[in-house]
Structures are given as structure tokens and as C-alpha cells.
């Protein structure tokens, strides 16, 4: 069955940088597309950014040039580098995969405060 298993966050100063990692099974990874997907407390959840089989990334306007993600398809892992974070990025951070069904992660807290 799918898994994605996220790992990474942590609780981080203003300005800081984390790296989130999704480890991923049970499909076939190097031809699908992921997403990472954030909710705060009390909001909506938030596409934050994907990328497609081929490596072609997209990112909401909150993240860009801040924010990266990239693939290991070695390894089976989505990664999402974010660097100067703020405090708005504090959230819970979701690895997503839609293919018959859309799959979750169980999820990864980041928190930004001084």
C-alpha cells in the first residue's frame, strides 16, 4: 500500500532554514508527481509546492524563492528545503500523492518563533 512517511520539521527561529524529507512506497515513484501541503491552525490547507515526474516544479506565491522542492528518485524521497522561514510558515507540513486516491502523510510540525 502507499506510505509517505515525512520527517524533518522542528521548531526554528525567524530566518532559519529546514529541510522536510517524504519517504515514499508502495507506487511507483520516479513516474509520479508529489506535492508538499501545509495547514496552520484554523486555515485551510495550503498547496505549497509540487513536482512532476519529469522534474518540473510549481510553488504558491507565499513560498517562491524561498522555498524548494526537489526529488530522489534513488531514494524514493521528496524533499522541501525552506529557507527564511517566518513565523507565518508555521504549520503542519503534509507530503501528498494523488494517483487512484489521493494519499497523505501523517504529517510534520514546523514552527517558526523566537
Known amino acids: 500500500q502507499v506510505q509517505l512517511v515525512e520527517s524533518g520539521g522542528g521548531l526554528v527561529q525567524p530566518g532559519g532554514s529546514l529541510r522536510l524529507s517524504c519517504a515514499a512506497s508502495?507506487?511507483?515513484?520516479?513516474?509520479?508527481?508529489l506535492s508538499w501541503v501545509r495547514q496552520a491552525p484554523g486555515k485551510e490547507r495550503e498547496l505549497v509546492a509540487g513536482i512532476s515526474s519529469s522534474g518540473i516544479t510549481r510553488y504558491a506565491d507565499s513560498v517562491e524563492g524561498r522555498f524548494t522542492i526537489s526529488r530522489d528518485n534513488a531514494k524514493n524521497t521528496v524533499y522541501l528545503q525552506m529557507n527564511s522561514l517566518k513565523a507565518e510558515d508555521t504549520a503542519v507540513y503534509y507530503c501528498?500523492?494523488?494517483?487512484?486516491?489521493?494519499?497523505w502523510g501523517q504529517g510534520t510540525q514546523v514552527t517558526v518563533s523566537s
Open positions: 501528498r500523492f494523488i494517483g487512484s486516491s489521493v494519499y
Open positions: 508502495g507506487f511507483a515513484f520516479s513516474m509520479a508527481g
